[in-house]
């Protein structure tokens, strides 16, 4: 298995940034794919981006492209989601989540963190 746990939500102006952290232990070695997630208050959870651990390679919700960079550092086991001209409509508690190897889901996630853009 592997354990996730991220860090870096708070409160932040709109327009703002933000810089979320995912640390990843355990059996890293499996990792295939690294993804964000978030969900908002009284709506389903939403996918946000993910990248392949071992290229880099990344993808992004349209809802997010070209204001939040994901990126990795294999030596820290740790993936960043760089957020940037945050919006009111970011506001939600962000997970990660890995997909190993072999898999076809996302079958570990972390505890999340709460983001939440002011006015």
């Known amino acids: 298995q592997v354990q996730l746990v991220e860090s870096g939500g708070g409160l932040v102006q709109a327009g703002g940034s933000l810089r979320l952290s995912c640390a990843a232990s355990g059996r890293t070695f499996s990792v295939y794919t690294m993804g964000w997630f978030r969900q908002a208050p009284g709506k389903e959870r939403e996918f946000v981006g993910r990248?392949?651990?071992?290229?880099?390679?990344?993808y992004y919700a349209d809802s997010v492209k070209g204001r939040f960079t994901m990126s990795r550092d294999n030596a820290k086991n740790t993936v960043y989601l760089q957020m940037n001209s945050l919006k009111l409509e970011d506001t939600a508690v962000y997970y990660c989540a890995a997909q190993l190897l072999g898999g076809t889901l996302y079958d570990c996630w972390g505890q999340g963190t709460q983001v939440t853009v002011s006015s």
């Open positions: 990248i392949r651990w071992s290229s880099g390679n990344t």
